[in-house]
Nanobody
Framework: QVHLAESGGGLVQAGGSLRLSCAAS????????MGWFCQAPGKEREFVAA????????YYADSVKGRFTISRDNAKNTVYLQMNSLKPEDTAVYYC?????????????????WGQGTTVTVSS
């Protein structure tokens, strides 16, 4: 079992920045590719970014490329999402997730464990 706890959400004006953190506990952190997803009210959960076990490979949704950066600190069992140039359409609950397999990093069904989410609200 892996427990994931997100933090860092909040209210920010358009153009601002936030840094989300996700602390993992339980099984060996480096066994898992990590991902960030978001879910806006009334919408499906969507892929935002993912990072490989070593941190050497990253993947992004087109909507966040150039604005968001995913990183991980394996010594701290933590994955981060640096969010810059935020837009009102980025408003959502953001979830981190852990994937023990090697499939499509953007597919929610590939992820074994999920956090409870942290809310990001971007005002215009």
């Amino acid at each position: 079992q892996v427990h994931l706890a997100e933090s860092g959400g909040g209210l920010v004006q358009a153009g601002g920045s936030l840094r989300l953190s996700c602390a993992a506990s339980g099984r060996t952190f480096t066994n898992y590719r990590m991902g960030w997803f978001c879910q806006a009210p009334g919408k499906e959960r969507e892929f935002v970014a993912a990072i490989s076990r070593s941190g050497s490979s990253t993947y992004y949704a087109d909507s966040v490329k150039g604005r968001f950066t995913i990183s991980r600190d394996n010594a701290k069992n933590t994955v981060y999402l640096q969010m810059n140039s935020l837009k009102p359409e980025d408003t959502a609950v953001y979830y981190c997730a852990a994937d023990s397999a090697f499939g499509n990093p953007a597919n929610t069904h590939n992820y074994d464990y999920w956090g409870q989410g942290t809310t990001v609200t971007v005002s215009s």
